[in-house]
C-alpha cells in the first residue's frame, strides 16, 4: 500500500468545512454563556421548544439572548408551513437577501422549486458553492451549523424579454391583459377602465394580441371611421382617452417594451421543475439591467405568479409547498397601485396557498406592504429597522404591534439593535399557531454570497434545456401566412374561407392554448365582432384569432 492520497470525493457535502480552518485571529470565539446567564439559557430553551416541529423544517438559526447566542436552541420554520407566506423586511444592509438565500438553497434541497427575483445580480451566486472564511466559520459555530459546506445550487437564469442574463421571459399582450397594463403604463381609474373595454372587445372576438403594436392597431381600429360602430356598441371608451393610452403605449414601445411582450409565450409550469438529483431548481429571475424600470419588472413577476395561479391545480394541506416565490423589493408592486390592483393582489395571496404556493414579499419596512397583504403573512423574519424620521418611528411602532407578545425582549428596542445577519422572527407552528418571538442569529448561505462571474453565467444560460424553447423570438415579420391560417372563422361567417380547420388546435405556439372546447360555444357577440368585414381586414394585418372567447381570471390575466 502506498501512501498515495485517497481520491478525494469532490465537494462532499458532509465535509464540515468550517471546523478544519484554523482559528482566525479576528474571530472572536463564541461567546461562553457567561455566568449567571442560567437564565438567558432558560429563556432560550424555552423559545426553542416552540420551534421543535416534527416534521421537516428548514433552519434559520439560534437563539440570541442579551448578545449571546445559544447554538443549543434552534429557530426553525416547518416545511409544510412554507406556503402560509412570509415577509423578509429590514433596513438595506441587513440580510434579508442572504436570509432568502439561505431559504431558498435548504428548499431546493428539499426538493421544491424556487423563483427569486434577483434585483441586484447578487443572487446569481446561488449557482456556486461559497467560500468559507472566519466570519463563516464562527457564524456556523454559532448556529449550530456544523454540516456547512460549500455548496452549488441548480440554478436556471432568467431575464425579462432577453434583456440581461437569463433565458428570455416573455407574455402576450392578451395574456398579461388590462390591469397589468394599466400598472406599467400608470393609468388613472378611467383609463384603465377604458382599457378594460379594449381587451373586452378583442377577447369577445377571441382575438390574441401578441405584442404592443397588436394592442396599439386595436385601440386605433375602434376610434378611427371603420371602428365606429363597433366602438358606439361597446360604449365608454371616448377618443380622447384611447389616445392618451395609445401615447402611452407608444412611450412604453419607445422604451423597448416591446421585448417584453410577444411570443414564444413563457409556461409557468417551467418554475416547477426538479433536477436529476431531486433538487428543486432555482428560477433567478435577473433583473439588474431594469433596476431603472421597477413598475415594469415588479408587474412582470405579478403575471408569472397570476399566471401559475390559473394553471396549478388545487391542492390543499402540502407536506412541502410545490414552489415558494420571493418577491424582492416588494414595495414597487404595491407603489402607486390601483385598488382594483391591490384587491387582485390580496385575492391571489389568499387564494394561492391552496395552490401549494409559498409567496415571501421582501421588503425594507413592513409599512411597505398593506394591511390586507400583510394579515396572510405568516411566517416573519424582520431584520434591523432604523428609527430615524418620525415616519420611522411610526413604522418600526407598527412592526412590534404585529409580533406576539414577549417578555424576553424589549422588541421595539430589539428591532434596533440586530445585528447584520441577525433577525427578529415568529412563524408559523405545524398547528398553525405563532412559535415565541425569537432574537436569532441567521445561518450562512452555502453558496456564493455574490454575484457570479459574467462568463460563468453565460455558459450556463448558453447550455440550458430551456434555450430552444424560449431563445429565439418569433419572427413577426414572416407571420403573415401564420396568422392567415390560424384565422378560424366561427359556424356560418362568410367572407374569405382561410384554410384553418375549424378547431382552434393549432401546432404554433402563437395565442392562448387550445382549450379543447367546440367552436360552437362561442357567443353569438363573437360572431358579430368577427362577421363585420372592418374586423376581418384588421384582424388579418393584426393578430391571431381563435374564433372563439378568451377568459379573464383574478387579475385579468388571460386563463387558458
Ligand atoms: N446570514 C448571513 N450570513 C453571513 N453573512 C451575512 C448574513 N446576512 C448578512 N450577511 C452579511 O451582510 C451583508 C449584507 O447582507 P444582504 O446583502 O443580505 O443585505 P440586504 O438586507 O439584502 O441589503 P439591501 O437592502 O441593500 O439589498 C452580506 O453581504 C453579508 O456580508
Ligand atoms: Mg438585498
Known amino acids: 500500500m502506498t501512501d498515495q492520497p485517497a481520491p478525494v470525493p469532490p465537494a462532499d457535502p458532509g465535509a464540515p468545512a468550517a471546523p478544519a480552518a484554523p482559528a482566525?485571529?479576528?474571530a472572536k470565539a463564541a461567546k461562553a454563556a457567561p455566568s449567571?446567564?442560567?437564565?438567558?439559557?432558560?429563556?432560550?430553551?424555552?423559545?426553542?421548544a416552540g420551534y421543535a416541529f416534527a416534521g421537516e423544517a428548514l433552519e434559520f438559526g439560534t437563539v440570541i439572548i442579551d448578545g449571546t447566542a445559544y447554538p443549543?436552541?434552534?429557530?426553525?420554520?416547518?416545511l409544510s408551513m412554507m406556503n402560509r407566506h412570509g415577509l423578509i423586511a429590514g433596513a438595506t444592509g441587513t440580510g434579508k437577501t442572504k436570509t432568502l438565500q439561505g431559504l431558498t438553497e435548504q428548499l431546493s434541497a428539499a426538493g421544491v422549486p424556487v423563483v427569486v427575483a434577483d434585483i441586484k445580480g447578487d443572487l446569481s451566486g446561488l449557482a456556486q458553492p461559497g467560500a468559507s472564511n472566519a466570519k463563516i466559520a464562527q457564524r456556523s459555530t454559532d448556529t449550530a451549523d456544523t454540516g456547512?459546506?460549500?455548496t452549488a445550487f441548480p440554478v436556471e437564469f432568467f431575464a425579462l424579454g432577453g434583456v440581461g442574463s437569463g433565458i428570455a421571459l416573455r407574455a402576450t399582450m392578451t395574456s398579461f391583459g388590462p390591469t397589468l397594463l394599466s400598472k406599467i403604463l400608470g393609468l388613472n381609474s378611467t383609463?384603465?377602465?377604458?382599457?378594460?373595454?379594449?381587451f373586452h372587445y378583442a377577447d369577445q372576438a377571441g382575438l390574441a394580441l401578441l405584442d404592443l403594436k397588436d394592442l396599439r392597431a386595436v385601440i386605433q381600429f375602434l376610434v378611427g371611421d371603420e371602428g365606429k360602430a363597433d366602438l358606439a356598441q361597446l360604449g365608454g371608451l371616448s377618443s380622447s382617452t384611447a389616445g392618451v393610452i395609445l401615447r402611452d403605449l407608444i412611450g412604453l414601445e419607445d422604451q423597448g417594451g416591446d421585448q417584453f411582450f410577444g411570443e414564444p409565450e413563457f409556461e409557468t409550469s417551467d418554475l416547477l421543475r426538479t433536477g436529476s438529483d431531486g433538487r428543486g431548481i432555482v428560477s433567478s429571475i435577473e433583473l439588474a439591467n431594469l433596476q431603472d424600470r421597477p413598475q415594469l419588472f415588479s408587474t412582470f413577476l405579478m403575471w408569472l405568479l397570476a399566471d401559475l395561479f390559473h394553471e396549478l391545480p388545487e391542492v390543499g394541506d402540502v407536506d412541502k409547498p410545490k414552489l415558494v416565490f420571493f418577491f424582492d423589493e416588494a414595495h414597487l408592486l404595491f407603489d402607486g397601485a390601483s385598488k382594483a390592483f391591490l384587491d387582485a393582489v390580496t385575492q391571489t395571496v389568499r387564494l394561492i396557498r391552496s395552490k401549494g404556493v409559498g409567496i415571501f414579499f421582501v421588503t425594507q419596512n413592513p409599512t411597505d406592504v398593506p394591511d390586507a397583504v400583510l394579515g396572510q403573512l405568516g411566517n416573519r423574519v424582520q431584520h434591523a429597522l432604523r428609527a430615524f424620521t418620525p415616519d420611522d418611528a411610526a413604522a418600526l411602532a407598527k412592526a412590534v404591534k404585529t409580533y406576539p407578545k414577549t417578555k424576553d425582549y424589549d422588541?421595539?428596542?430589539a428591532l434596533?439593535?440586530?445585528?447584520?445577519?441577525?433577525a427578529v422572527i415568529t412563524v408559523l407552528s405545524e398547528s398553525g399557531a405563532p412559535t415565541p418571538v425569537a432574537w436569532a442569529r441567521m445561518r450562512a448561505p452555502r453558496s456564493l454570497m455574490a454575484q457570479i462571474d459574467p462568463a460563468a453565467q453565460q455558459q450556463a444560460i448558453a447550455a440550458s434545456p430551456l434555450q430552444p424553447k424560449y431563445g429565439q423570438l418569433v419572427d413577426r415579420d414572416s407571420a403573415y401566412e401564420k396568422l392567415t391560417a390560424r384565422l378560424a372563422p366561427p359556424p356560418a361567417a362568410g367572407g374569405p374561407a382561410p384554410p384553418a380547420p375549424s378547431s382552434p388546435s393549432s401546432p404554433s405556439a402563437a395565442g392562448p392554448k387550445p382549450s379543447g372546447k367546440p367552436a360552437k360555444d362561442q357567443p353569438s357577440a363573437v360572431e358579430t365582432v368577427l362577421r363585420s368585414s372592418a374586423f376581418k381586414s384588421f384582424a388579418r394585418s393584426a393578430a391571431t384569432v381563435l374564433g372563439r372567447e378568451i377568459t379573464r381570471g383574478i387579475f385579468g390575466t388571460r386563463r387558458r
Do not use: F, H, Y
Open 416 to 422: 434596533q439593535q440586530l445585528g447584520t445577519g441577525e
Open 148 to 150: 456547512w459546506a460549500p
Open 36 to 48: 449567571g446567564s442560567k437564565t438567558g439559557a432558560a429563556a432560550a430553551d424555552k423559545i426553542a
Open 191 to 198: 383609463q384603465e377602465s377604458s382599457l378594460n373595454l379594449v
Open 24 to 26: 482566525a485571529p479576528e
Open 411 to 413: 422588541l421595539a428596542e
Open 72 to 78: 443549543e436552541a434552534r429557530i426553525r420554520v416547518p
